[in-house]
């Protein structure tokens, strides 16, 4: 499993080296978007709309954008030490809370988390104290020049750490347009549906849970193949022509040199002949 992240998990004096893999993966099928006529993928280009010319990531610098039209420009001088001060935090646990308090729209992804060498017996110490008193840490990390909030908790037996939304990151739900306030609803009718909820309760199995719209996608290309419903990209022309071209060229030109040249020919010709008459 591929290690994104390597440091440390810190709570009070114990400090747990650790390595940080992704716990899940997207398994979307990527479609290309391709040039209806000639089928050939398309390409999208950083172009700088003033310059009117296509700039390189080394041309590039980041700003924010506290007005229209109006940047702060930061380097990666000033983006580097930033980060260098938040790395230094590592993983820090700051609180220890339970679960059930934290709504399930704070969570966004979840990563392993594996003791790195010597850290073996101070990561079964945190996973077993967790277990033991049903508690999860909160804590803060630096990902990807961002620092993240998140929880630490034990899954199965590994330490599962899950990054969660700021406060300020979730929307205010009265932003929700058109809900309805509290509605007067028939006897019979929540009757009847608190029944069919009763009928359809079971117990959480994810296995059984499939993507349908993944596999028929991928039975429908794979039926395409079959039937050689395919197509190859076509390279691009080079405006430098190749070693054929050259020699067409070469050959033209050579004709048409001798051409002119047995054109002027006849007349010296003729005025030699006079000459010798004479």
């Known amino acids: 499993m591929h290690t994104m992240w390597k440091g440390t998990i810190s709570f009070g004096l114990v400090n747990i080296p650790v390595k940080l893999h992704a716990a899940t993966e997207n398994k979307d099928i990527r479609l290309r978007n391709l040039h209806k006529e000639c089928e050939s993928p398309i390409k999208y280009e ?3 709309p003033v310059c009117d010319k296509e700039v390189s990531n080394d041309d590039i610098v980041k700003g924010y954008e506290y007005a229209k039209n109006k940047f702060v420009v930061l380097d990666d001088e000033d983006l ?20 059930e308090e934290i709504d399930p729209i704070y969570f966004e992804k979840s ?24 508690k999860i840490g909160i804590a803060k990390i630096m990902i990807r020049s961002k620092e993240q909030l ?47 909820i009763d009928e359809l309760t079971t117990e959480f199995e994810p296995e059984k849970y499939t993507d349908e719209y993944r596999t028929a996608l991928m039975d429908l290309i794979e039926a395409k193949k079959e039937n050689d419903e395919v197509t190859t990209a076509k390279e691009k022309k080079t405006e430098k022509p190749d070693n054929v071209t050259d020699l067409m060229e070469a050959l033209e030109a050579s004709l048409e040199r001798s051409q002119k040249g047995n054109k002027s020919k006849p007349g010296k010709k003729t005025t030699a002949k006079k000459k010798k008459a004479l």
Do not use: W
């Open 46 to 48: 950083k172009v700088c």
């Open 80 to 99: 580097e030490n930033l980060k260098k001060e938040q790395d230094d935090k590592a993983v820090e646990i700051v609180d220890f809370v339970q679960l």
């Open 111 to 134: 990563y392993y988390l594996s003791p790195n060498e010597g850290g073996g017996k101070a990561y079964a110490l945190l996973r077993q104290s967790l277990k033991d008193t049903g």
């Open 150 to 196: 998140a929880i630490v908790r034990v899954y199965e037996n590994t330490i599962v750490m899950e990054t969660i939304h700021y406060p300020d990151e979730v929307r205010a739900v009265d932003e929700v347009p058109n809900v309805p306030a509290e509605t007067d609803l028939g006897e019979k009718e929540l009757n009847t549906a608190k029944m069919l």
